[in-house]
Each structure stands twice: as C-alpha cells, then as structure tokens.
C-alpha cells in the first residue's frame, strides 16, 4: 500500500473523534456516544468500556461517512477483547492487583511468608495471552472466529481498497456471534440489557440481513458442478481481496462452474472462474502449503502440466481446467512428485535419464 493510503487510513480513523467532532447525548447511541473512558482497573470500568467500544462501533457503522467505517471494526474488536478481559478481572484473586489481566504477574510473600501471585505494571494481556488463559481457565470461545475479525480488521486497516459499509456486514455478524455467546455463557448476562436496545438491534439486523444474503450466495455456488468436491468448499469460503467480503455470487445457476463469472455483492468486483479458483484454492490450502515449506513433505498444490493452474495434487485433478495427471512412475513406479507432474507419466528423474539415451 502507498503512503497517500496508509496516512488516508490514520486520518479515517482519528476523523471521527477530532477536536471538531460534537456528540450530543441521546443521539444514535445515547451515552455511549463519547469515547470509551481509560480503564482504571475495576471490573465495573472495564465492563463499561467494553459496551461504550462496541456501541460506538455500531454508531461509526451507522454513520453515512465512509472514513467511519476503518474507526467502526476498530471498536467493535477492541469491545470483544474489554469483554474477554472483564471475565479475566472477575476470575482474578481479590489481593492479586487483576493479576489474570496483567502482561507481568509476579510471585510475592504475605504477611505470613506464603507465595501470592500478583499483576504488576500497568500493561494489560493481547490477545495471545487472552488465548492462553482462557484455554487454561477453560473457558471456551471460538478462537477461529476472533482469529478471522482480527485479521479482517487488520486487512481493512492497511490493505482493503473498496470499503463500503456492506463490506463489514461479514465482521459484525461475527461479532454478533461471539458477543451474544460470551455474554450469555460466561458472564451470564442478558446481551440486549448490556449493550442497550438500540446497539442490539443493530447487530440483530447486521447480523439477519448478512445470513440472508449469505445462503442466497452459497446456494448459488452449490448449485454449479465442479471437478472437484474440494473447489466448493475453497469457494464457500474465499473472501474477496479488495473489501473483505464472503459474499460471492455466480452468474448462472445449475451448470458448470467453469463457464460462470463470478461477482462481490458488497463491493461490485467481477472475476472469471479462473481468476476465482486460482485465488480461492491458494487461500483454501495456504496452511498446509506453509507446513510443506517448513515441515518437509509435498504440498497439496502443484502447478497444472496442462494449463498451469492450479492442480490439486492430493485429488489428483487441476481445478483451474479439470486435468488428470499420473501420479506413478511408467519406468520406476514411483511417486511422482508434486514439481515432477510436468515430466508425467515418468519422474524427473526417469525423464532425465530417458532424455541422455536420446
């Protein structure tokens, strides 16, 4: 990204909250209109700042001004991550200083010589360290789901290009999600009492229209015929590199994937099938790529002999044009490497040895 954009983006996101700004309570959001005062470490104040974050989140959603939309998953992700660590604040030892919340927790004597442990410091854990204890405390949350608004809030930050407020509907419906079961489980509250009616029913209606508009796009995609099973579900979960979007819409119905075109609903981007696969099977298989490179071992993906797309070597079939490919030596029987495919049905190894009796 350039810098014009990235200092665009920093404006987008202080914009809101200039000097310039004037908030009247009882608008949109009543009193969680202002800025989510500095946590003084009471359960009370934390709990406080979480349900301002999120409201003002949903407020910047709400707002015409598109720089609002950058502020809006910014808030919305910081008043997930005050909930988690309200939980942390309850669960602390009442003489441990929030020691669950601290980044530094260190071992002291009481007057009686025995070992308490105590926060020290004024940092309070990331969301690894929230990761760690929560899985040690058992207290379950779908970490997947944070991981995916984490890194969509991130990606809208510095690398998203087409921000529309369609675009975040994918990020509040996760949010939705995750907040009405955290604050239902493991602080056994009421979610439309904590946040407010108003702030609620935004989710609700994100959250609603989002679904809806979802299974219109996956029903469309399951609809086609595919050469492989695994290209749907790369497909059904590709989101789209210019805004964020899962929203993925095929031009036709009931036929072959090959010959639809593809299109974002949230921000209007038109790909062919082959830009899509290519795009979707890369990021569908980028874990296991990385392992292969770091751990040893073939990758699941292999450049197609035929087209040079994208072969799905584990299917044994290109998911760019539908080429099969031996997989099995003709001379030496052996396993035809991944990189080897374009010496198939022979090995590279048999190739270059066939090659020299020429």
Same mark, same amino acid.
């Given at each position: 990204?350039k810098c014009?954009?990235i200092?665009?983006?920093?404006?987008?996101?202080?914009?809101p909250?200039?000097?310039?700004?004037?908030l009247?309570?009882?608008?949109?959001?009543?009193?969680?209109?202002?800025?989510?005062?500095?946590?003084?470490?009471?359960t009370v104040?934390?709990?406080?700042?979480?349900?301002?974050s999120?409201?003002?989140?949903?407020?910047?959603?709400?707002?015409?001004?598109?720089?609002?939309?950058? $502020?809006?998953? &910014?808030?919305v992700?910081?008043?997930?991550l005050l909930?988690?660590?309200?939980k942390?604040?309850l669960l602390?030892?009442?003489?441990?200083?929030?020691?669950?919340?601290?980044?530094?927790?260190?071992?002291?004597?009481?007057e009686?010589?025995?070992?308490?442990?105590?926060?020290?410091?004024?940092k309070?854990v990331?969301?690894?360290?929230?990761?760690e204890?929560?899985?040690?405390?058992?207290?379950d949350?779908d970490?997947?789901?944070?991981e995916?608004?984490?890194?969509?809030?991130?990606?809208?930050?510095h690398?998203?290009?087409n921000?529309?407020?369609e675009?975040?509907?994918?990020?509040?419906s996760d949010?939705? =999600?995750i907040?009405?079961?955290?604050?239902?489980?493991?602080?056994?509250?009421?979610?439309?009492?904590?946040?407010?009616?108003?702030?609620?029913s935004?989710?609700?209606?994100?959250?609603?229209?989002?679904? &809806?508009?979802r299974e219109?796009? =996956?029903?469309?995609?399951q609809s086609?015929n595919?050469f492989?099973? %695994?290209i749907?579900?790369?497909?059904?979960?590709?989101?789209?590199?210019e805004?964020?979007?899962?929203?993925? =819409?095929?031009?036709?119905?009931?036929?072959?994937?090959?010959?639809?075109?593809?299109?974002?609903?949230s921000?209007?981007?038109?790909?062919?099938?082959?830009?899509?696969?290519?795009?979707?099977v890369?990021d569908?298989y $980028?874990?296991?790529?990385?392992?292969?490179?770091?751990?040893?071992g073939?990758?699941?993906?292999?450049?197609?002999?035929?087209?040079?797309?994208?072969?799905?070597? %584990? &299917?044994g079939i290109?998911?760019s044009?539908?080429?099969?490919?031996?997989?099995?030596?003709? &001379?030496?029987?052996?396993?035809?490497?991944?990189?080897?495919?374009?010496?198939?049905?022979f090995?590279?190894y048999?190739?270059?040895?066939?090659?020299?009796?020429?």
């Amino acid at each position: 990204m350039k810098c014009a954009e990235i200092w665009c983006n920093a404006l987008a996101l202080i914009a809101p909250y200039g000097l310039k700004r004037e908030l009247v309570r009882g608008d949109t959001f009543g009193a969680a209109l202002t800025p989510p005062l500095a946590a003084t470490g009471t359960t009370v104040s934390i709990l406080k700042n979480a349900v301002d974050s999120i409201a003002i989140g949903l407020e910047d959603y709400s707002s015409p001004d598109q720089r609002r939309i950058l $502020s809006c998953t &910014r808030n919305v992700f910081a008043g997930i991550l005050l909930l988690f660590k309200h939980k942390l604040s309850l669960l602390s030892p009442l003489s441990s200083d929030e020691a669950l919340i601290k980044q530094r927790v260190l071992p002291v004597l009481d007057e009686n010589e025995h070992v308490e442990w105590k926060g020290k410091g004024s940092k309070t854990v990331d969301v690894q360290g929230i990761k760690e204890r929560f899985e040690s405390l058992k207290i379950d949350v779908d970490w997947k789901r944070i991981e995916k608004i984490n890194s969509f809030r991130n990606d809208i930050e510095h690398y998203f290009s087409n921000l529309k407020h369609e675009a975040i509907q994918s990020l509040l419906s996760d949010t939705f =999600l995750i907040i009405n079961d955290f604050i239902r489980k493991h602080l056994n509250k009421d979610p439309k009492e904590l946040l407010g009616d108003e702030a609620w029913s935004v989710l609700i209606e994100v959250n609603e229209v989002y679904e &809806r508009e979802r299974e219109e796009c =996956l029903s469309a995609l399951q609809s086609l015929n595919y050469f492989d099973d %695994e290209i749907l579900v790369a497909f059904e979960k590709y989101s789209c590199e210019e805004c964020g979007s899962g929203l993925i =819409l095929s031009s036709v119905a009931g036929s072959e994937a090959i010959n639809s075109n593809f299109t974002c609903k949230s921000c209007g981007k038109m790909l062919t099938y082959e830009e899509l696969v290519n795009k979707a099977v890369t990021d569908h298989y $980028s874990y296991e790529v990385y392992l292969s490179h770091t751990d040893g071992g073939g990758s699941p993906l292999a450049d197609c002999p035929q087209c040079g797309g994208s072969y799905l070597y %584990e &299917r044994g079939i290109c998911a760019s044009c539908g080429h099969t490919s031996e997989h099995t030596c003709q &001379r030496c029987s052996s396993t035809i490497a991944p990189e080897e495919l374009f010496f198939a049905p022979f090995c590279g190894y048999c190739a270059h040895v066939m090659s020299k009796d020429d």
